[in-house]
């Protein structure tokens, strides 16, 4: 089992109201499995992702990820697990601007201490299963939509994590440049062996999922 | 990593061009100002150190008050430093110099020239003193009358080369006409001593009535040996003086003790001064050469520290105010596994990265501004001397100070944004109240404010003293010295020019109400017997009978010295400080008595009372001061009246150069020469004005950088007002309303602190201005002024922009 969320719960204080933005999430996640998350606007879709990767915290209930009990972890622990384990995708991509497409996925690397060399290795591995190598040099600036969110995964990937979160990654793209991306996760998924849970509003993309959860308003309707 | 972090700092500058240009001129104004102060600073700290035995040589001073006159004196007396030498055993050594003659013609070939750099000094010289010797035997030089030591620039000048010195004969204008043979070529002193002599003659050849402890004419210095504390020394004055002094004083004036002396509100007091502390601390009277002030090496370092403060406030309000540019960065970095402090050394590495490009621009600064900033401050610092190891470790660690002071908060600002935050919603902090951006514009504009107050005051001031009644008239006056004119045919001259139709009168005279002139100070009683309870001091200066009408010195009783009145020799004229010492109703035609050394008591009539009039530095209330008939003939004085001042200027210098042919012909104007007494205040008013400037300068471009990023900010806001029906000057005042605060704030806080500040500069001046309240207010609208027209400029340009576009960019 790589993570299980038991009555989780997510609120918010707005002025004097308290607003469950989710609400006691029970759910068990294997290795492996590919989860598409789906829902409307404000369903808690994102805010159950970012929980997930330890950006945001639940303020009840428990969490917890490779036997390890996130839900009363420190600040500094938690960063290292997910830097060790965990991978973000975004619908905007979020690449740094000033740092080119090689730079762009070696700072992962950068930050786990990881030699030159070694670094350099990977990287270029990177580039070239995705088959980017002749964009290696350019800014994200100077990129298509599509070509800055595969750079996005591969950055993602380059540290090898065991889960993949993806925030509506296909949001910023049209339809044929999705569709890409969709099969890469697909075949990630099922040729790596590597866990994702994806965010989309789209029937067609969380159908590449084996596990399709439905959220409305901070609860889960079906899984 | 680092390599990271350099990176991208560098392409964040080079997006960012505008921030980064306003950042890296304001931190290199502020590092260049920091550099040259330093350099000032270490130069004037460095004074006098470079003698080996610098930390054991102390100076004798004396504290006098007799007769109401007070003497602090950097001279003591001739036996002075024998006496302590043979009576004490810590004293291992003592030099003496005896520069009181002024300055010697020196001939070089049919010509003379007037060297004033000059001394006599004791054979012990080089036993206290270190001073390289490039040719000769310093052990024996000046042990024999006629010998002379010089430096090489000397040896250049007259002989060619310090070999070709060696052994010569220079011809002096001492008594007429002596010969010195050069004993000893020594090497240039350096420019931070406190003297700084390039002949050294032999003590020998003073003409003085040595073996008097009354008279105070010799810079004395003593070497203590190793380990004696001089405080403690400074208690055997006491027996020096009951053992030396008090038997000479006995036979003068009728003395029974020290205590009867001390009793009728007299002082005599002797005190070793640290040779070290000389250049900074002492301000006493007969220095060799004006001294630097502690007082202004502490206002400059202030105005420097405070300077690069505001430059490094810049960077920190620039830095958070843009953040929002940066938040992303953090966030992605942060989620791809970055730990808060990996991210805090990156925004430091930045900073110092910015540091160390502003201090590349600051040298260049420095490079082109240290001639200007010599001429203003008189010293002769050079540019290339920041390449000693010392300065260059201190440069090289300049760029990581400023960095890490202006970097730690904005480093610690960006690092702290959640990623979840910044990653999703926008994050806008621009515009959010920020107090500490608030406190750090306030702190800038009341740095400014106070400095530019002190400019204006320090500027008045000096103002002040120039057009001040100084009770003569110091314009239209030409001193000509006339050192090397035969005393014969000084009359001569004299009855010459005063000939020509412009010049009004003409009179002779040493004694002259600008500094560098000669003064003596005499005791007087009020009977022929003397004691200390009937007895004062003041200075009596030997004039002709032209001297009062040439100097333009206003008789408020009695009359002027007249060549009608045969009997004026032993008139006497006093003013009005003198006049009331002397507690006189009716003053005209009373008795004063005075003694010579011989013990001979003269009795002076009081024939008239002048205006008082400035002699010293209007630092200082007017002195009691009397006028006496005498025949000293040092200068001449001529009152003109004329507009071709060249013209009469070269009428005179022909006469001059016919009646004394090869004679240098030296001359002054008296309100020049009156300025020279204020040189150090112009000085310090000038470094003022550019340090306020710069100040203003720097906190300007950092409110421009602000307010150009804060109208950035709200250019969806503005558009959307406009659109809403807002004018272009309802947005403008919107803009500014909030800095226009910080600036009034500002102002507020600067007041007090200002007027503090210069409130107790002005207690050195016994003549001074008000602080005006308009002062205060004239700085306090140009600042505002000054910040308005600044943020106008972004303001104005954000809200004439077209809602359209800023709406449609959103």
Redesign the interface.
């Known amino acids: 089992m790589l993570l299980r969320l038991s009555q989780a719960t997510k609120e918010v204080k707005n002025g004097s109201e308290k607003i469950a933005l989710l609400d006691s999430i029970d759910l068990k996640v294997e290795e492996g499995e590919f989860i598409s998350l789906m829902g409307p606007s404000g369903s808690g879709k994102s805010t159950l992702l970012n929980c997930i990767g330890m950006l945001d915290s639940f303020t009840d209930g428990g969490y917890v990820f490779l036997e390890e009990p996130v839900h009363s972890m420190k600040e500094k622990n938690k960063s290292k697990l997910y830097k060790e384990y965990i991978g973000f995708v975004f619908q905007a991509y979020h690449l740094i601007d000033e740092l080119t497409v090689q730079e762009n996925i070696e700072t992962p690397l950068l930050y786990k201490n990881i030699k030159s060399s070694e670094r350099k290795a990977m990287v270029a591995d990177m580039l070239d299963k995705f088959n980017i190598v002749g964009k290696k040099d350019l800014f994200p600036a100077q990129l298509s939509g599509g070509q800055q969110q595969l750079v996005g995964i591969a950055r993602a990937l380059i540290s090898k994590p065991k889960l993949i979160l993806a925030d509506e990654p296909t949001g910023n793209l049209n339809s044929k440049q999705g569709i890409e991306i969709m099969e890469l996760f697909s075949q990630l998924n099922k040729e790596e062996g590597v866990t994702i849970i994806q965010a989309t509003h789209s029937e067609s993309n969380a159908a590449y999922g084996s596990r399709i959860i439905n959220l409305l308003d901070g609860k889960i309707v079906t899984d | ?1 680092i390599r ?1 972090y350099f ?2 700092a560098w ?2 500058l080079l ?1 960012n061009r505008g921030f980064t240009a306003i950042n890296i001129i304001g931190l290199s104004l502020g590092i260049g100002c920091f550099i040259i102060i330093s350099m000032f600073v270490i130069d004037e700290l460095s004074y006098d150190r470079f003698h080996e035995k610098a930390n054991r040589i102390y100076r004798v001073d004396a504290d006098i008050i007799m007769g109401g006159t007070e003497l602090n004196l950097a001279v003591s007396s001739d036996p002075m430093g024998a006496t302590l030498k043979k009576d004490y055993p810590e004293i291992e050594e003592y030099v003496r110099f005896y520069a009181s003659n002024g300055p010697k013609l020196i001939k070089k070939g049919n010509e003379f020239i007037r060297e004033s750099a000059i001394t006599h000094a004791d054979s012990t010289l080089f036993n206290v003193f270190t001073l390289p010797v490039i040719i000769g035997d310093t052990k024996t030089a000046l042990v024999e009358p006629n010998t002379v030591v010089i430096t090489e620039t000397a040896a250049n000048r007259y002989f060619g080369s310090p070999k070709l010195a060696i052994g010569k004969m220079l011809e002096t204008d001492d008594n007429g006409k002596t010969l010195y043979k050069v004993t000893a070529v020594i090497e240039d002193m350096p420019k931070t001593s406190h003297f700084n002599f390039d002949f050294f003659f032999s003590m020998a050849n003073v003409s003085y009535d040595f073996g008097t402890y009354l008279s105070h004419n010799f810079h004395t210095y003593v070497v203590l040996k190793e380990g004696t504390n001089h405080k403690t020394f400074n208690n055997h004055f006491i027996e020096v003086i009951d053992k030396y002094i008090l038997p000479q004083a006995k036979q003068v004036m009728q003395i029974e003790s020290m205590d009867d002396f001390k009793a009728s509100g007299n002082k005599l007091e002797y005190s070793l001064m640290p040779l070290t502390d000389i250049h900074l601390h002492s301000a006493r009277y007969a220095e060799i050469s004006p001294n630097g002030s502690i007082q202004y090496v502490y206002i400059f370092s202030a105005a420097a520290l405070f300077i690069l403060l505001i430059a490094c406030i810049n960077f920190m309000n620039l830095t958070t105010a843009r953040s929002s540019g940066r938040a ?2 953090v ?3 942060k ?5 808060k402090k ?1 991210l805090i050394w990156q925004f430091l590495t930045e900073s110092t990265l910015i540091a160390g490009l502003a201090l590349v621009v600051g040298l260049f600064f420095v490079w082109l501004s240290l001639g200007w900033f010599n001429s203003i401050s008189g010293k002769e610092l050079e540019f290339f001397s920041l390449l000693t190891p010392k300065f260059v470790i201190f440069i090289l660690l300049l760029p990581f100070v400023v960095g890490g002071l202006a970097g730690v908060y904005p480093a610690f600002f960006l690092s702290s944004f ?3 935050k910044v ?2 919603g926008k994050l806008s902090t621009g515009h959010k109240k920020n107090s500490l951006r608030n406190f750090l514009v306030v702190f800038q504009f009341a740095t400014s404010i106070v400095l530019i107050v002190g400019t204006i005051v320090i500027y008045k001031q000096i103002n002040h003293i120039q057009s001040a009644n100084l009770g003569f008239n110091k314009d239209h006056v030409l001193i000509v010295d006339n050192s090397g004119v035969p005393r014969e045919t000084r009359q001569s001259i004299k009855n010459e020019i005063e000939q020509l139709a412009d010049v009004k009168s003409a009179s002779f005279g040493g004694y002259l109400p600008v500094a560098n002139s000669s003064r003596s100070d005499n005791t007087f009683s009020m009977d022929a017997v003397m004691t200390e309870s009937n007895s004062f001091n003041m200075q009596t200066w030997r004039v002709d009978y032209d001297y009062i009408e040439t100097v333009g010195i206003e008789v408020l009783d009695g009359r002027m010295f007249s060549r009608d009145f045969g009997s004026d020799s032993t008139g006497i004229i006093l003013n009005e400080t003198a006049l009331k010492l002397t507690g006189f109703e009716n003053p005209i035609g009373k008795k004063l008595y005075s003694t010579e050394r011989d013990g001979t008591v003269i009795t002076n009539t009081i024939i008239g009372v002048i205006k008082n009039f400035n002699y010293e530095s209007l630092r200082e209330n007017v002195g009691a001061l009397s006028l006496k008939l005498g025949n000293n003939s040092w200068e001449t004085i001529y009152r003109f009246n004329t507009a071709d001042i060249g013209g009469l200027l070269s009428t005179i210098e022909n006469k001059y150069k016919a009646a004394a042919p090869g004679m240098p012909f030296k001359y002054q104007f008296m309100d020049e020469a009156f300025d020279d007494m204020y040189r150090q205040e112009r000085r310090v008013g000038t470094v003022a004005l550019a340090f306020s400037l710069l100040a203003i300068i720097i906190a300007c471009l950092g409110l421009f950088g602000l307010a150009t990023y804060i109208a950035e900010q709200r250019t969806k806001e503005i558009g959307i007002r406009k659109v809403l029906g807002a004018s272009v000057t309802t947005i403008v005042r919107m803009l500014s309303t909030d800095f226009v605060k910080l600036v009034m704030l500002a102002f507020v806080i600067a007041t007090p602190i200002a007027w503090w500040f210069m409130h107790k500069w002005l207690q050195d001046f016994a003549y001074r201005i008000e602080l005006n309240w308009w002062i205060f207010a004239i700085t306090g609208i140009t600042a505002l002024a000054i910040a308005l027209i600044t943020l106008s400029f972004q303001a104005i340009r954000a809200a004439i922009a077209n809602p359209v576009d800023s709406l449609k960019t959103e």
């Open positions: 990593m990271n990176k991208i392409r964040n997006k992303k960065e966030g992605i970095r989620v791809l596994g970055s730990e990996a959640k990623p979840i990653l999703k």
